[in-house]
């Protein structure tokens, strides 16, 4: 059955053409405004967040060892304050920065996929099981890198994967996954895995701060290494979810609908469990496990931009980004006696309640 | 022909449903599939949509295995409007109708004009047009019905799945939806099959009538010659007449109430009540 597409007789149907081609231009403007607005907030986010710290560093230094790294020439630059801005602040403030991206994308894909609000990479005890398996590859003492790529996201996002399945599993009722149980599930794995994670580090003899950098995250100590090994798996994971936007989409209508429409339901769904995966095993590989950021930004980005998961996906990176560079910093400099708090602690702290409000609201109830 | 069933014996784990189902589909056909409840209505068009596969037998459409048709491939050839439809995400009406759009469109490619000429196209056929920025969530359950239907248009389908798709709306509605229905299959060659409970619309619409009953086809045949008060009494054990308009003359089915002897056990329960107390 085919008919011509374009009657160009009928003048009513042309205006309706060029009226709903005006409001998706109109959407697309939108998008394009938003993201430039989150772009320019990020790179001042940035620079701010570089600034602040215990030893003052003029916003000059910070340009001027930027531009130098950048292979401008700019003259002499004090020793001290280059290691502190470019060896010690900035890789911090991007890492945090790429992380918080991981973690909220990955957020987005779980709760699209899983038609649950709630989901999120802590909550399915995704991030514990990837620390899980962190830990595990530390206490064998496996390390070093080949290739450039560290083995520890590799552990973590086997462990990611291993959580995942064992949280399906669990939350499986004769052959469907009860959006109920799933969250619950995900707590009891979190919880045993966590256990798991305190008891390797205590057989290892190290030190109990190493135990809470695991459980509740932190960006001490974290350098541009951690930034490479983090890329490939942002990257990978970033690439899955621009792919199959569109089967997000689509995908939110539930399982038969999707088949109706000629998604390759099953298929699907596993490539983007796996991309994923592979953004919270990134992020958790390099920082540990910080909740809360991927439960949070997707439903902040949905109020502004709407469910459509190009956009959301897009959004949600760059508000992620934000969002945990300045929990950062706050983390680094909330204690008056100038010791850090893990990065977790904050964003719990800061999303815990707003936890609690998806729970009560009528939203996550009444519409999805 | 458009659909082939041989030998089909549909059902899910260990309860089998359906057996012995043979039967071909012509291009254009207007078939109402009719039963009573649990006959297996569903159960068969959730097997020709692809979602159960078989436990013997095979579904042949357009000359290949309806399991081995690749998702999107199967997609652009059926569309399906399931009977109720739950949409949690607030997108508006017209990003679901183009979703419609998604077994022709390229993976990374952008929305085209044809896209959207196909998407308010059938918006309109369905009136559900003053609905497009509308979100989904928001609208009545008819009209999210109707929006449903032109999704499955915007497929550009020769196939049309129907599992009492029209029983949310009110007469004037159906009768829309089914005089599009009829068009399409008329003009454009459109195949519909529709499973369905109202007798006298089925009568009115489709020309090809398959009555259900107990797992088996009881009768399958032009609506003219398989509408009678026999078969209708045998598939639904109620008594029925069935008589002609005289304008149109097509067979309208008339219930006639059900025979004293059917609630007989009001008395033993009377008994039961009055030796209670």
Redesign the interface.
């Given at each position: 059955?085919?008919?011509s597409?374009?009657p160009a007789d009928n003048l009513n149907?042309t205006v309706?053409?060029a009226e709903?081609?005006s409001?998706?231009n109109l959407g697309a403007r939108r998008f394009a405004v938003a993201c430039l607005v989150l772009g320019l907030g990020l790179v001042a986010s940035v620079v701010l967040a570089t600034g602040i710290g215990r030893m003052d560093v003029g916003w000059g230094a910070i340009a001027a060892v930027v531009l130098s790294k950048l292979g401008f020439h700019t003259g002499a630059l004090d020793r001290t304050t280059e290691v502190v801005i470019w060896g010690i602040r900035l890789s911090r403030v991007v890492l945090s920065g790429l992380v918080g991206a991981s973690l909220a994308t990955a957020g987005v894909i779980f709760q699209g996929l899983l038609?649950n609000p709630l989901a999120d990479p802590f909550t399915l005890g995704v991030s514990t099981g990837a620390a899980f398996g962190v830990a595990l590859l530390v206490m064998l003492g496996v390390g070093g890198s080949f290739l450039g790529l560290s083995p520890l996201p590799l552990g973590a996002l086997a462990g990611a994967l291993g959580a995942m399945a064992a949280v399906m599993l669990l939350s499986r009722e004769s052959g469907r996954i009860r959006k109920e149980t799933l969250i619950l599930a995900g707590i009891v794995v979190s919880t045993f895995l966590a256990a798991l994670i305190s008891l390797i580090k205590s057989l290892d003899e190290e030190s109990l701060s190493a135990i809470v950098f695991w459980i509740m995250g932190s960006f001490s100590g974290r350098g541009w290494i951690h930034v490479g090994f983090l890329l490939p798996y942002l990257a990978a994971g970033l690439a899955l979810g621009a792919?199959y936007h569109?089967e997000l989409?689509?995908l939110?209508?539930?399982e038969?609908?999707s088949?109706?429409?000629?998604?390759?339901?099953a298929a699907v769904r596993l490539k983007l469990l796996l991309g994923a995966s592979l953004l919270t095993a990134g992020a958790v590989s390099v920082s540990g496990v910080i909740g809360f950021v991927g439960l949070v930004v997707p439903h902040l980005v949905r109020v502004l931009a709407?469910?459509?998961h190009g956009r959301l996906l897009a959004l949600s990176a760059a508000a992620g980004a934000l969002i945990l560079i300045w929990a950062d910093v706050l983390a680094r400099t909330l204690l008056a006696s100038g010791q850090e708090l893990p990065v977790g602690v904050v964003s719990a702290l800061l999303g815990g309640p707003f936890f609690f409000y998806l729970l009560k609201s009528r939203r996550s109830r009444g519409?999805? | 022909m458009v659909i082939r069933v041989e030998a089909l014996d549909l059902g899910y784990e260990g309860r089998l449903v359906l057996t012995g189902l043979n039967f071909q589909v012509d291009r254009g056909e207007f078939l109402g599939i009719l039963g009573p409840n649990g006959s297996g209505k569903s159960t068969l068009l959730h097997a020709l949509?692809?979602?159960l596969p078989p436990k013997k037998g095979r579904i042949i459409v357009k000359s290949e295995p309806l399991g081995g048709l690749?998702?999107?491939?199967?997609?652009?050839i059926?569309?399906?409007v399931?009977q109720s439809?739950?949409?949690?995400?607030?997108?508006s009406c017209?990003?679901?109708v183009l979703?419609?759009r998604?077994?022709h469109?390229r993976?990374?490619g952008t929305?085209t004009?044809?896209d959207?000429?196909?998407?308010?196209?059938s918006m309109?056929r369905t009136t559900t047009?003053h609905l497009?920025?509308r979100p989904i969530?928001e609208v009545s359950g008819g009209e999210g019905q109707r929006v449903v239907i032109a999704?499955?248009l915007a497929?550009?389908?020769?196939i049309l799945l129907l599992d009492e798709a029209t029983s949310s709306l009110d007469v004037r509605k159906k009768l829309e939806i089914f005089e599009l229905l009829k068009f399409?299959s008329e003009t454009?060659?459109?195949t519909v099959l529709c499973a369905m409970h109202d007798l006298n619309l089925a009568a009115l619409y489709c020309r090809r009538l398959m009555f259900i009953k107990h797992g088996r086809v009881v009768v399958d045949g032009p609506t003219d010659q398989v509408f009678t008060p026999a078969i209708l009494r045998e598939v639904y054990e109620t008594p029925m007449e069935v008589v002609r308009h005289p304008g149109h003359q097509r067979p309208y089915a008339v219930m006639l109430p059900l025979s004293p002897g059917t609630r007989e056990d009001e008395a033993a329960m009377e008994a039961l009540e009055a030796a209670q107390s």
């Open positions: 059955m085919k008919e597409s374009l149907r309706d053409l709903a081609r409001r998706h038609l792919v569109r989409d689509i939110a209508l539930g038969e609908q088949h109706h429409l000629g998604v390759a339901v709407g469910p459509s519409m999805w | 949509s692809g979602l690749p998702s999107r491939l199967r997609a652009q059926l569309a399906v399931p439809t739950d949409v949690r995400f607030p997108f017209l990003e679901i979703m419609g998604y077994p469109r993976r990374l929305l004009d044809a959207l000429v196909w998407a308010l196209k309109r047009a497009k920025e969530i999704r499955a497929q550009d389908p020769e399409m454009r060659g459109l």
